[in-house]
């Protein structure tokens, strides 16, 4: 659950306590970590292409990103149910905000994923770069929530799922 391995002392407290729920008093102990949050986290940040930089050339970092990547790990510890979690990603300004522990707006938070991905430093052609970003980030969020590559209906009809350009 956490990623790591338990210390000695941990494997042996857990070997002599002697109640029946011992496990389940494990797995709950365990949830609780701040440590789980961060270990799954790491699977949905890879999802989203999560970066601190822009990664072209001279690979410019991307201001405030970190606080994504708390958000995303707070949420996971505080078991935000995934329907909500969804929401705040892609209407995450527009809903009734999921307050935190000190008041602040959770859900406007999600929302940072659509300004991560790679950027080019000074492109040639604004306009195709501006299509190029839009793209990739169409590209990200129908991979991360549909399961589906939906950047290949930018040139063409998607070939095997019913999405056409037009869509």
């Known amino acids: 659950l956490l990623g790591l391995p338990p210390t000695p002392e941990e494997v042996e407290s857990f070997v002599a306590d002697p ?3 011992a496990f389940a008093k494990l797995v709950d102990r365990l949830l609780q970590s701040p440590h789980f ?3 799954w986290a790491r699977h949905w940040l890879d999802l989203v292409r999560y970066a601190e930089s822009r990664g072209h050339e001279f690979d410019p970092t991307i ?3 970190w606080q994504y990547r708390d958000y ?3 949420a996971l510890n505080a078991d935000v149910p995934y329907d909500q979690f969804v ?3 892609l209407a995450g300004d527009l809903i009734a905000p999921r307050l935190g522990p000190e008041g602040e707006n959770e859900s406007i938070l999600g929302t940072g994923f659509w300004f991560l991905g ?3 430093h000074s492109p040639v052609d604004i306009r195709q770069d501006e299509a190029d970003r839009m793209d990739n980030r169409l590209d990200v969020m129908g991979k991360t929530f549909l399961a589906l590559t939906v950047g290949c209906a930018r040139c ?3 070939k ?3 999405l056409s350009q037009q869509d």
């Open 118 to 120: 790679e950027e080019v």
């Open 72 to 74: 995303v790990v707070r």
């Open 160 to 162: 095997f799922d019913a």
């Open 63 to 65: 201001p405030n990103a």
């Open 156 to 158: 063409h009809d998607h």
């Open 87 to 89: 929401r705040e990603h």
């Open 37 to 39: 949050g961060r270990r």
């Open 19 to 21: 109640a029946a729920d």
